[in-house]
């Protein structure tokens, strides 16, 4: 099976602008979650969603913000970008059933380099 | 809130083994995971253990959980220097998200 993909794996932006990341999960996966990775505060959870529906949501301003398709590939979008945003943005896919925990294995795409100058 | 600790670096000869340490607060914890990320690299899922486990092993990797100290450890045998990286410890429960620790970089001298 193919893993996790997300494109794009590079971006450079500036500030003031918005971006879009996109991610295929592992077919048969409904489930998709996104995380921001910086050297200062590590991995932090963003959105997760499931069934084109967004299940959890982690402590981030409303830029980021997120959508799924029936295909469950999802996008997350970041508006009016600002220098903090730079980061790995990872996604994430779990075959979790609904009602399942969230910690039901997740799987980890290669991650987006998101630069804001 | 939740959190999870742990010590930021270690370095090891190559055939020796590799003991990564970590703590976690949330005595709720049900699943309690390592990653590995290589430089550029995503996360690469290594092993899991549930809460209701002691001990599970998986080829070189050995993963021992203290429930009642709120521990976790991973131990790689036979430490080869591909698995110089860094080693993040998560834990979750119920419909919780993960919560990662802060990594461990691994050394692996020839």
């Known amino acids: 099976k193919a893993g996790v993909t997300q494109t794009p794996r590079y971006l450079i932006k500036t500030r003031g602008q918005q971006v879009t990341l996109s991610c295929s999960p592992i077919?048969?996966?409904?489930?998709v979650s996104w995380y921001q990775q910086t050297p200062g505060q590590g991995l932090q959870f963003l959105f997760e969603?499931?069934?084109?529906?967004?299940?959890n949501k982690g402590n981030f301003p409303g830029r980021f913000s997120g959508r799924q398709f029936s295909n469950s590939r999802s996008e997350m979008n970041v508006s009016t970008l600002e220098l903090g945003d730079s980061a790995l943005y990872l996604c994430?896919?779990?075959?979790?059933?609904?009602?399942?925990?969230?910690?039901?294995?997740?799987?980890f795409g290669p991650g987006t380099r998101l630069t804001v100058l | 809130g939740e959190d999870v600790e742990q010590s930021l670096f270690l370095s090891v000869r190559e055939g020796d083994s590799s003991v990564i340490n970590c703590t976690y607060t949330?005595?709720?914890?049900?699943?309690l995971y390592w990653y590995k990320q290589e430089p550029g690299a995503g996360l690469q899922l290594l092993t899991y253990?549930?809460?209701?486990?002691d001990m599970k092993q998986d080829q070189r990797l050995t993963v021992l959980l203290n429930k009642k100290d709120k521990h976790l450890s991973l131990r790689i045998a036979d430490t080869q220097t591909g698995d110089s990286a860094i080693y993040f410890c998560?834990?979750?429960?119920?419909?919780?998200?993960?919560?990662f620790g802060s990594g461990t970089r691994l050394q692996v001298q020839p």
């Open positions: 994430a896919s779990s075959p979790r059933l609904a009602g399942g925990p969230l910690g039901d294995t997740q799987y």
């Open positions: 077919s048969g996966h409904r489930s």
């Open positions: 969603y499931f069934s084109e529906t967004q299940r």
């Open positions: 949330d005595s709720s914890s049900t699943y």
């Open positions: 253990i549930f809460s209701n486990m």
């Open positions: 998560a834990e979750t429960a119920g419909r919780r998200a993960l919560t």
